[in-house]
Every structure is written in structure tokens, then in C-alpha cells.
């Protein structure tokens, strides 16, 4: 865990961030700030509050994403802030970690809080950088999203959209469209973003149900291991095979749905009213 000093210090840095102005070469971003930890680089204009506030919250994410793996990078982690999700050519993009550990985020909305909804999730790949050529990418997206939940639990963006994890979830499973672990598991790079409105939404949950039911230092322990997240490491940390406990938790997930008050009409409104509305959703037929 960081020391308190630490934290304060971090703050302190973040508020009194240097923006700099618009630069004639190419390549070089027009805006951007520092913080102890963190370079912010912005593609639009942001104004002075946007740049302290943001510098901000990058300074508090990072601290608690250190404090729940009780590391952090050598090197400061370069955030890209870069517009809307909608590009001019139609394009929509998502935020993301590139081979060199830098952060992309894109507003999906029209203040610059939307940037905000995947930087947790993002650091923690960040900071886990140099496992990603060994990494089994079920687990590395289940972890990421399990850390994020505890350092940021505001439940803002994709794929909870304000909503509790418990109904954003269950109502996949309850609906019948709760893929199966295994097959997110074997066919990440098929399901992942196909299936994104449930894959992310059903491995996060998973994660979370490992952390509130085995302890989250057991799970921050399987993640220390190289590489992380073969199927025997669930077996050796959780004391079951990865089938077993798939099953408990959908068994656990779907007794908290159903002792929620209006359950099937959160289920309807998340469904209806929500962005997840414009998501991909995938059949969890005979190809599951």
C-alpha cells in the first residue's frame, strides 16, 4: 500500500499540473499535463478546470490501482485523451492499451467525465503490460475489471451503465443469454467484442463473486502468477476446477437476482433504456 504521504503528494502534483499549448510539430500532442505518475495528453481542447479535474482523477485511480496490487510500473503511464468515440470516417473506437502501455480513452458523450468510464480498467492493463504476450486474455480482462470495480465502484459507462453488477449479470442468465464462461474462455479473440454486451458483463461478475467469496488478496495472488490464469491456477488458488466454480457462481449470481426487489424491471429498463440497447448481443444457443 502506498504511505499516506504518498497519496497526499500525488494530489497535490495532480492539481498543480503544467499544460502546455498547441505545438506546430507534428506528432506532438496540443495539450498536456503531469502528474507524479501519469502523463495526460489531450487531441482536443480542454479547458483549465478539465485539465485539473482530470489530472486529478488520474492521480486517484492510479493510487488505488497500486494499493490493490501492491505494485507499480517503473515508468510514469501516458493517458491519451482523445476525443470522441466517433471518428469522421465513421470509425467508433474503444478504449484500449497499445504495446507501448499507453492508455487510449474516447468520450462517449459530450462532457469529458465519459473519459473516465474505462480508466481503471484500462491502468490496470497498463501496469500489467509486460504480461501480455503470456497472458490468458479471460483472465487478464476478468482482473482488470475486478480491480476496477473496488478502485472505481461508480458503475458509470460500459457495460453497467449505472446499474448493479448483480443485474447487468444475472439478467444475461436469467434471459438465457449467459454464455458460458468456457467458451469466453477458449474463444476470447472470437467472443470477446462480438459478444461484448455479455462477455465483459458475465467475466466481471465472475471476477467479483472469486474476490467477495475466496478473499481479494487470493485473487490478486493468482494474478502475481506467470503467466497468470491457466486453468490449473483456479484449481491450486480456489481450491476447484474452473467448471466447478463457474457453476457455483452462476448458481450464487442468480439467487442474488432474484432477491433483488424488481428485478426483472431493472433487467427491462437496463435492456431498453440503456446504451447496452446499441450493443452486439450474442446467442447462447447449441454454438455454446
Not at 499540473?17 to 503531469?34: I, N, Q
Request: glycine letters at 6%; one cysteine or more.
Amino acid at each position: 500500500m502506498l504511505p499516506r504521504t504518498m497519496s497526499i503528494v500525488l494530489s497535490l502534483v495532480a492539481i498543480a499540473v503544467a499544460a502546455s499549448s498547441a505545438a506546430s510539430e507534428a506528432g506532438v500532442p496540443a495539450y498536456r499535463a503531469e502528474t507524479g505518475h501519469c502523463v495526460l495528453e489531450w487531441s482536443d481542447k480542454p479547458d483549465s478546470a478539465e485539465i485539473e479535474w482530470m489530472s486529478r482523477e488520474a492521480a486517484t485511480l492510479y493510487r488505488r490501482v497500486a494499493e490493490l496490487l501492491g505494485e507499480q510500473p517503473a515508468d510514469k503511464i501516458t493517458i491519451l485523451l482523445e476525443g470522441p468515440a466517433e471518428r469522421a470516417d465513421g470509425r467508433r473506437d474503444y478504449p484500449r492499451v497499445d504495446s507501448q502501455g499507453r492508455i487510449h480513452l474516447f468520450k462517449f458523450g459530450p462532457d469529458a467525465g465519459s473519459y473516465l468510464s474505462a480508466l481503471a480498467h484500462e491502468m490496470v492493463h497498463a501496469f500489467r503490460i509486460d504480461r501480455i504476450r503470456t497472458a490468458d486474455w479471460f483472465f487478464e480482462e476478468g482482473f482488470a475489471e475486478f480491480v476496477a470495480l473496488r478502485a472505481d465502484p461508480s458503475l458509470a459507462g460500459f457495460p453497467w451503465f449505472d446499474f448493479p453488477v448483480t443485474i447487468v449479470a444475472g439478467q444475461w442468465v436469467a434471459a438465457g443469454q449467459g454464455i458460458p464462461l468456457s467458451a469466453l474462455r477458449e474463444r476470447h479473440g472470437q467472443l470477446n467484442m462480438a459478444c461484448r454486451a455479455q462477455s465483459y458483463s458475465l467475466r466481471s461478475s465472475f471476477f467479483d463473486w472469486l474476490g467477495r467469496t475466496h478473499g481479494d488478496k487470493v485473487v490478486i495472488a493468482t494474478a502475481k502468477m506467470q503467466p497468470a490464469g491457466s486453468l490449473t491456477d483456479y484449481e491450486k488458488f480456489f481450491g476447484k476446477p474452473f467448471e466447478e466454480l463457474e457453476r457455483e457462481w452462476r448458481k450464487a449470481l442468480m439467487a442474488e437476482y432474484r432477491a433483488i426487489p424488481d428485478a426483472d424491471v431493472l433487467a427491462k429498463e437496463f435492456r431498453q433504456a440503456s446504451p447496452i440497447q446499441y450493443q452486439p448481443v450474442c446467442s447462447a444457443g447449441k454454438d455454446f
